[in-house]
């Protein structure tokens, strides 16, 4: 598959189709294949990574953080995580103010715990697992689908012959 419309991403990461084209409008997640540049008709096409990143910045936002703060700390994430590890490896950690990047050996994790603040956990690796487990469940239904469909095209044809 070359990648995913804006209506199977939005299906894939239960963001509405306003979240994807105004996150797309404002630079906060772009699909990496194909915009649309401002041209009707052309459609927006997304990579896993954007699906993962869609579901990260969406968590994100539905836990109370701003687009300016899910925006920075997103744009801060992209540039060290591919540096430094896999972005599926990153957990963040907010306290609703702001978002922590968890250091490999947890050190920053138990110093937002210590201070009494209200945190919840990203676990960016557990999103792109359950990511790829609705992907795959996508692309195994679309072959059943036209598995089926070949099967009726093949029985019309069939009947048209014979009859």
Wanted: aromatic residues 8%; negative net charge.
């Amino acid at each position: 598959m070359e990648g995913f419309t804006a209506q199977q991403a939005s299906k894939l990461t239960d963001c509405t189709a306003h979240q994807l084209r105004y996150w797309d409008k404002v630079k906060l997640v772009q699909p990496s294949l194909q915009q649309t540049g401002g041209r009707p008709g052309r459609r927006r096409l997304y990579s896993f990574r954007d699906l993962v990143a869609l579901r990260v910045v969406k968590s994100l936002l539905d836990n109370g953080m701003s687009v300016q703060r899910v925006r920075r700390a997103w744009d801060y994430l992209r540039r060290t995580a591919d540096m430094e590890q896999h972005l599926a490896e990153v957990k963040l950690v907010t306290d609703g103010q702001s978002i922590f990047r968890i250091a490999s050996d947890d050190e920053e994790l138990l110093d937002a715990l210590r201070q009494g603040q209200l945190a919840f956990f990203v676990a960016i690796n557990e999103i792109a697992r359950a990511v790829e487990d609705d992907v795959t469940r996508f692309e195994l239904d679309r072959e059943r689908f036209l598995e089926l469909l070949r099967r009726v095209e093949d029985d019309v044809l069939g009947e048209a012959e014979h009859g």
